[in-house]
């Protein structure tokens, strides 16, 4: 009876321990690296969508100072 219920459980962590590195594999290499991606993608279209309303950044309209003056 003892070696039944010690084979059992460690049938049962053995599955647990399987599982836990598959549910690890998939986020590590699969869903972690899609949203980071997807992050740097939304940054970098809201930089592009906002230069497209407000123009580069960059110095602006610069007006020559008139000749003679303080400026």
Not at 53 to 70: E, K, L
């Amino acid at each position: 009876m003892a070696e039944s219920t010690a084979t059992l459980e460690q049938t049962s962590f053995r599955k647990k321990r399987r599982r836990e590195l598959l549910t690890f594999a998939v986020l590590a290499f699969g869903i972690w690296p899609i949203v980071a991606v997807g992050t740097v993608a939304s940054y970098g279209f809201m930089v592009w969508a906002y230069q497209i309303v407000y123009g580069p950044p960059g110095p602006h309209d610069i007006t020559p100072a008139r000749p003679n003056s303080a400026e």
